[in-house]
């Protein structure tokens, strides 16, 4: 645990505090916890500050809302097999199917947004690269199967690329949360694509109007760039590409 006087990210708050990270930044949007605003947009906080601001209050947290069988161990040969079902989507994730409600309209809106802006950025850096979105599987190691809402392939990547998937791992994932996937993307994805060595995740969340930025360190996600409502994010990573969360969220 660390010291009441560090400064933490909302992450590790909100691990402290057993909440979600959606919930510490509703209540930072809010202002009903104090918080630090650092360089490059980014939100810190004092563990026994948000404890003494949240004492009394009352939080409830939804939970995760999709389906599993736990006694069968899925394939990409299973899942090719899976009957289609209007108003869900099927995920594997590590041998487990996941059954998810299609995405909303605002999840659509945002995550095409999304799209044309990485689409103009990486055409003038690194032209040979694609962008792709959902919903085109991306498989590893033949227990996991995703549909990530937006994902970034370099030029020298191509050999990943196959006729009727993604079969590795892109440079960047972009999972844009619903109210259903909130856990399964911040928690079960997350830890997939990190052992898979995916150098960039993000996670957007139309609901709170947040981006969250992740890249490998030492083998380990790190958030490098965050940013809320109207808000620009700048990525460390890719020079010249900002984000106006304004402009993303509408």
């Not at 190691?141 to 030029?155: A, N, R």
Request: aromatic residues 10%; proline residues 5%.
């Amino acid at each position: 645990m660390s010291d009441d006087k560090e400064l933490i990210t909302a992450q590790a708050l909100a691990e402290a505090l057993d909440l979600s990270v959606e919930t510490i930044w509703r209540y930072t949007r809010e202002n009903k916890i104090p918080y630090i605003e650092l360089g490059n947009r980014q939100y810190r906080y004092r563990l026994a500050d948000a404890i003494k601001a949240l004492t009394g209050s009352t939080v409830q947290e939804k939970a995760a809302n999709y389906n599993t069988d736990p006694n069968k161990r899925y394939t990409y040969q299973d899942y090719l097999t899976l009957p289609e079902e209007p108003g869900f989507r099927f995920e594997i994730l590590e041998g487990i199917l996941i059954k998810d409600p299609s995405p909303n309209v605002m999840h659509q809106r945002v995550s095409r947004r999304l799209q044309r802006i990485l689409e103009d950025y990486f055409w003038e850096v690194d032209a040979e690269g694609e962008i792709f979105n959902a919903p085109l599987d991306v498989t590893f190691l033949d227990i996991t199967v995703v549909q990530p809402d937006v994902f970034y392939v370099s030029g020298e990547q191509k050999k990943i690329v196959k006729d009727t998937r993604i079969d590795g791992p892109p440079t960047l994932v972009v999972e844009v949360l619903s109210p259903s996937s909130r856990r399964k993307d911040r928690l079960q994805k997350l830890r997939i694509y990190q052992e898979v060595q995916v150098q960039h995740y993000w996670l957007v969340n139309p609901e709170e109007k947040t981006l969250e930025c992740f890249s490998l360190r030492d083998g380990v996600y790190s958030l490098v760039a965050t940013g809320m409502d109207e808000d620009v994010v700048a990525h460390p990573s890719f020079t010249g590409l900002s984000i106006a969360l304004k402009e993303l969220f509408g």
